[in-house]
């Protein structure tokens, strides 16, 4: 299954990104919240925002690719997964303002989950409508 290998890289960035706030709480001595510490919140932020995006993003490609979407459909979108919260974390974690990152990051994932969403939609209408033409046809 080709979202299995999508799902794996995209939870060692999640691991990845969840390393990067334990250490700065152990660091910093701060169990919970943030402490008011900037850092310790960007860094937050940027994991959050990826198990935010993440799960539906797999769910849309794990979706399309049991419903026998082209195996290089499905690694077009899984490479651009990747790409995408590759780019908006490594943004957001050098700036918590704008910066080319966060934002190529934010619109590929955006525009990438409403381009899977809408291939999943024709997916599933298309048969249906096949289905109501072969039954007028008879």
Request: aromatic fraction near 6%.
């Amino acid at each position: 299954m080709i979202t299995l290998l999508y799902a794996a890289l995209c939870t060692l960035l999640v691991l990845y990104l969840s390393g990067r706030v334990i250490a700065v709480r152990l660091r910093r001595r701060i169990g919970i919240g943030d402490g008011g510490d900037h850092d310790l919140q960007r860094r937050i932020r940027v994991h959050a925002n990826a198990v935010e995006y993440l799960p539906l993003a797999l769910l849309l490609l794990g979706g399309m690719e049991l419903n026998g979407y082209p195996n290089a459909v499905i690694h077009g979108f899984g490479i651009t997964l990747v790409v995408s919260r590759l780019l908006h974390a490594w943004g957001l974690s050098r700036s918590s303002g704008a910066s080319p990152g966060r934002f190529a990051g934010v619109l590929l994932t955006l525009l990438l989950m409403l381009a899977m969403s809408v291939f999943a939609i024709v997916g599933y209408v298309q048969p249906l409508l096949a289905v109501d033409q072969t039954v007028e046809e008879i």
